[in-house]
């Protein structure tokens, strides 16, 4: 099946930081990937989707300024968290939207996702 | 406002059947997913239903009516290994992204 990497897979910062989040679609290319948040006991929660060559959709709520993402080529797209807060940590999850020859009409694949601490 | 409804928490006895319903009231509708996700973990893909009816992938099913808002996700033959929260997500047309429900978490008891 299809593959979604993101890296890193977990980071710790200090408040004010900046980390930046990449999601990678190694076998397959993506022009629409997602970027997901999640808290402990909590479900997916869209905060932006990105496709390639254009500016990113964002949700409502979702600080545009404070949550950078960058959809520079067709299996790349990276989420900068700008200045984080110790509220900004959370599980961070991508997926790259794919339709596959002889696969399911359509679905989407996630990376394994990556936890950030802002202490 | 998007809404999908979904049981919060389900148990059942290793080697059982259990069905986990989701019911959704959404702005649009392109198809529904299924999601499996383990604590700490990314979700997994497990199905995507965009017409009425049943689609079997091995132990699992994935049932949709549309006209109702309806959809249930069946697991047969129950493993320890299911125990994990369920996700249900209706696409939506617009540039294809997902709404989420809650999940269900589904412990399997011996």
């Known amino acids: 099946g299809a593959v979604v990497s993101q890296h890193p897979s977990w980071v710790i910062c200090k408040s004010g930081t900046s980390v930046k989040i990449e999601c990678r679609s190694l076998?397959?290319?993506?022009?629409?990937m997602f970027w997901y948040r999640q808290f402990p006991k909590q479900s997916l929660m869209l905060m932006a989707t990105?496709?390639?060559?254009?500016?990113?959709?964002?949700e409502q709520g979702v600080e545009k300024d404070k949550f950078l993402i960058n959809h520079a080529s067709l299996t790349l797209s990276t989420l900068t968290v700008t200045s984080a807060h110790p509220e900004d940590s959370s599980f961070y999850i991508c997926?790259?939207?794919?339709?596959?020859?002889?696969?399911?009409?359509?679905?989407?694949?996630f990376g394994p996702g990556t936890r950030l601490l802002v202490l | 406002g998007q809404n999908i409804d979904q049981p919060t928490e389900m148990t059942a006895t290793e080697g059982a059947i259990v069905q986990i319903n989701c019911t959704y009231q959404?702005?649009?509708?392109?198809?529904l997913f299924w999601y499996q996700q383990h604590a700490g973990e990314a979700p997994t893909f497990l199905s995507y239903?965009?017409?009425?009816g049943l689609e079997e992938k091995g132990r699992f099913s994935s049932f949709l009516s549309r006209s109702k808002g309806y959809s249930y996700l069946l697991l047969k033959e129950l493993q320890m290994k299911d125990s994990a929260s369920y996700l249900c997500?209706?696409?939506?047309?617009?540039?294809?992204?997902?709404?989420f429900g809650d999940g269900t978490t589904l412990t399997v008891k011996p």
């Open positions: 997926s790259a939207r794919a339709v596959m020859a002889g696969g399911p009409q359509e679905t989407q694949y």
């Open positions: 076998d397959f290319q993506a022009t629409t």
């Open positions: 990105s496709n390639e060559g254009s500016k990113a959709t964002y």
């Open positions: 959404t702005s649009g509708f392109n198809g």
């Open positions: 239903n965009v017409l009425d």
């Open positions: 997500a209706v696409q939506l047309p617009n540039a294809g992204k997902s709404t």
